[in-house]
């Protein structure tokens, strides 16, 4: 584990860094950096402390640093020692008021924000009015002592995206934003977008170790295209390309026996509805009328594992952690509200536990299934995907053959899992990875930046 080191601050105008004396043993170093900031300095072994960096008002004033007493790392290269790192998280949606100054995600940001402590990094939130392009500064949002705070911090070593939709990651002035930082200033930035459905399906296509994972998948083509695979699998579902929270999603299924076709779907009101139609060309007139198909998929219907009669899937978090390494952070099954033609809580689904619902043999048998088949998954997005990639949610199925399949790959995952009172230390844990992971890229960045841009 990295060591990390109180940053105390001195009340004097010094350009002397104490530290101590195992972290500049037999190192040449003349500078210390905070984020994009950097000065020449001294610096002197500290007298009796092993655990903290000193630095004077001077320095602090200089670098911009916020004295919020977190133990931070630190890194040597090129005769620059850095501390930090400073991790910026880039969203939209702010309002006027440091009370609530992200809105409804004000909770959601506050929670990721205090694990600081426990990881080691110094992590603000901005969006693209808190930057100062000339000089090279941003006012961000911190949380200390359980309130929100404004300081003028440097540029940070590493950004971690969580913009809240497609609108606003498409739009051009965020966008200017992103390019900027990662081509310019040459910053990591990761989680940099959500996934296309049928472009993630035909990605992960070409990888033969997890294509026995992936249902056919093909854009809308015409209705003769959904007979053959009605005909073959029974029933299939539509879904929008760019869709998230199970919205616009419709199970179609047709009764062979008296050549009737159904499909199930949820209104705008939240009711759940399956209706019945004498073909396909029917149910597409009066159930697909205002929707562009275009814009539509189409994906095998699967014979999903049920309890009491509804349809179980689940949810799989995997994140990158401080090696850079994928580890599964948190797994939970999420059962069909009836009638319902997903598992989502909106739709009447619950969230449960594997042990909940299986027995204990079979719960960690279908916990290594999910481990394995989303560890690969995760692997294989990463190598076919732009970007850096550091955490996914999988919306995985388990058939009554005990196969596992993916319906969906989430690149900003949803938490409505944790709502679950079991499930909250994996709450803690997702949060804590997804920050430790900054801190790995801070540090390939400032020591190995070729392995980062390669």
Same mark, same amino acid.
């Given at each position: 584990?990295?060591?990390?080191?109180?940053?105390? #601050?001195?009340?004097?105008?010094?350009?002397?860094?104490?530290?101590?004396?195992?972290?500049?043993?037999?190192?040449?170093?003349?500078?210390?950096?905070?984020?994009?900031?950097?000065?020449?300095?001294?610096?002197?072994?500290?007298?009796?402390?092993?655990?903290?960096?000193?630095?004077?008002?001077?320095?602090?004033?200089?670098?911009?640093?916020?004295?919020?007493?977190?133990?931070?790392?630190?890194?040597?290269?090129?005769?620059?020692?850095?501390?930090?790192?400073? #991790?910026?998280?880039?969203?939209?949606?702010?309002?006027?008021?440091?009370?609530?100054?992200?809105?409804?995600?004000?909770?959601?940001?506050?929670?990721?924000?205090?694990?600081?402590?426990?990881?080691?990094?110094?992590?603000?939130?901005?969006?693209?009015?808190?930057?100062?392009?000339?000089?090279?500064?941003?006012?961000?949002?911190?949380?200390?002592?359980?309130?929100?705070?404004?300081?003028?911090?440097?540029?940070?070593?590493?950004?971690?995206?969580?913009?809240?939709?497609?609108?606003?990651?498409?739009?051009?002035?965020?966008?200017?934003?992103?390019?900027?930082?990662?081509?310019?200033?040459?910053?990591?930035?990761?989680?940099?977008?959500?996934?296309?459905?049928?472009?993630?399906?035909?990605?992960?296509?070409?990888?033969?170790?997890? *294509?026995?994972?992936?249902?056919?998948?093909?854009?809308?083509?015409?209705?003769?295209?959904?007979?053959?695979?009605?005909?073959?699998?029974?029933?299939?579902?539509?879904?929008?390309?760019?869709?998230?929270?199970?919205?616009?999603?419709?199970?179609?299924?047709?009764?062979?026996?008296?050549?009737?076709?159904?499909?199930?779907?949820?209104?705008?009101?939240?009711?759940?509805?399956?209706?019945?139609?004498?073909?396909?060309?029917?149910?597409?007139?009066?159930?697909?009328?205002?929707?562009?198909?275009?814009?539509? #998929?189409?994906?095998?219907?699967?014979?999903?594992?049920?309890?009491?009669?509804?349809?179980?899937?689940?949810?799989?978090?995997?994140?990158?952690?401080?090696?850079?390494?994928?580890?599964?952070?948190?797994?939970?099954?999420?059962?069909?509200?009836?009638?319902?033609?997903?598992?989502?809580?909106?739709?009447?689904?619950?969230?449960?536990?594997?042990?909940?619902?299986?027995?204990?043999?079979?719960?960690?048998?279908?916990?290594?299934?999910?481990?394995?088949?989303?560890?690969?998954?995760?692997?294989?997005?990463?190598?076919?995907?732009?970007?850096?990639?550091?955490?996914?949610?999988?919306?995985?199925?388990?058939?009554?053959?005990?196969? #596992?399949?993916?319906?969906?790959?989430?690149?900003?995952?949803?938490?409505?899992?944790?709502?679950?009172?079991?499930?909250?230390?994996?709450?803690?844990?997702?949060?804590?990875?997804?920050?430790?992971?900054?801190?790995?890229?801070?540090?390939?960045?400032?020591?190995?930046?070729? *392995?980062?841009?390669?």
């Amino acid at each position: 584990m990295r060591k990390r080191y109180l940053i105390e #601050v001195a009340p004097n105008d010094q350009m002397i860094v104490f530290c101590p004396k195992s972290l500049i043993k037999d190192k040449a170093i003349k500078r210390i950096a905070f984020g994009s900031k950097s000065m020449a300095v001294d610096f002197y072994p500290h007298p009796d402390r092993n655990d903290r960096i000193v630095i004077s008002n001077g320095i602090q004033k200089v670098l911009l640093f916020p004295n919020l007493h977190l133990p931070l790392h630190a890194f040597i290269e090129n005769e620059v020692l850095t501390i930090g790192p400073l #991790v910026g998280i880039f969203t939209s949606g702010f309002t006027s008021t440091l009370v609530q100054p992200i809105g409804e995600r004000t909770l959601f940001f506050s929670k990721l924000l205090s694990v600081n402590k426990p990881v080691g990094a110094l992590t603000f939130v901005f969006g693209e009015q808190h930057i100062d392009w000339e000089q090279g500064i941003i006012e961000g949002y911190f949380i200390h002592q359980s309130k929100w705070l404004k300081y003028k911090v440097p540029f940070p070593n590493v950004i971690y995206d969580r913009l809240p939709n497609r609108r606003s990651e498409n739009n051009p002035k965020l966008k200017k934003v992103k390019e900027r930082l990662q081509k310019e200033y040459l910053i990591p930035w990761y989680n940099p977008g959500f996934f296309n459905k049928l472009d993630i399906y035909e990605r992960l296509l070409q990888v033969s170790s997890v *294509e026995n994972y992936l249902p056919e998948t093909h854009p809308f083509i015409s209705f003769s295209h959904i007979e053959t695979m009605l005909s073959k699998y029974g029933h299939v579902y539509m879904k929008p390309k760019n869709g998230s929270l199970g919205l616009g999603i419709h199970q179609i299924i047709f009764d062979k026996r008296t050549n009737d076709y159904y499909c199930r779907y949820q209104e705008k009101d939240d009711v759940n509805r399956l209706r019945k139609f004498p073909s396909l060309e029917k149910l597409f007139e009066i159930v697909f009328a205002s929707q562009p198909l275009d814009r539509m #998929v189409v994906q095998q219907g699967i014979h999903l594992l049920r309890i009491d009669q509804r349809a179980v899937d689940f949810r799989v978090h995997t994140n990158k952690d401080e090696d850079g390494n994928w580890r599964v952070s948190a797994i939970a099954a999420k059962v069909s509200g009836a009638g319902s033609v997903t598992t989502h809580k909106r739709s009447g689904g619950e969230i449960k536990t594997m042990e909940e619902i299986f027995s204990k043999e079979l719960s960690q048998e279908y916990t290594k299934k999910l481990e394995d088949a989303a560890l690969q998954l995760s692997e294989a997005l990463e190598l076919n995907t732009e970007g850096i990639i550091g955490e996914i949610g999988f919306d995985l199925g388990i058939d009554r053959n005990g196969d #596992v399949w993916l319906f969906e790959a989430n690149s900003k995952p949803g938490r409505s899992i944790f709502s679950h009172p079991d499930l909250r230390a994996f709450d803690l844990l997702t949060r804590k990875l997804s920050i430790a992971f900054a801190v790995y890229l801070a540090e390939k960045a400032l020591l190995h930046p070729e *392995e980062l841009y390669k």
